[in-house]
Nanobody, 114 residues
Framework: QVQLVESGGGLVQPGGSLRLSCAASSSIFNFYPAGWYRQVPGNQREWVASINTDGRTNYADSVKGRFTISRDNAKNTMTLQMNSLKSEDTAVYYC????????WGQGTQVTVSS
């Protein structure tokens, strides 16, 4: 089974940037759509961005123009470049691959605070 591991989270000031990475254990990952989600304790997990196998991307309105999703098939990875971060971006970020019923990573904490 494909496993996903996120990295790159941390504490950043408002207006700052972070780059999240999602590493897949198998190149099978490259043949499926994938995306990033986030969750604040007590809230439902919300979709942030997605990327198809042909590179087409989609973004939630709340992050459009600030976040960029990409994938590197040679490395079996997906990244989320987050710029102009706001306090409301604080959440645990999860990567997801639409393989079978869906595969999730363990999450990485992003905290935007001064």
């Amino acid at each position: 089974q494909v496993q996903l591991v996120e990295s790159g989270g941390g504490l950043v000031q408002p207006g700052g940037s972070l780059r999240l990475s999602c590493a897949a254990s198998s190149s099978i990952f490259n043949f499926y759509p994938a995306g990033w989600y986030r969750q604040v304790p007590g809230n439902q997990r919300e979709w942030v961005a997605s990327i198809n196998t042909d590179g087409r991307t989609n973004y939630a309105d709340s992050v459009k123009g600030r976040f960029t999703i990409s994938r590197d098939n040679a490395k079996n990875t997906m990244t989320l470049q987050m710029n102009s971060l706001k306090s409301e971006d604080t959440a645990v970020y999860y990567c997801n691959a639409k393989i079978s019923s869906g595969i999730w990573g363990q999450g990485t904490q992003v905290t935007v605070s001064s």
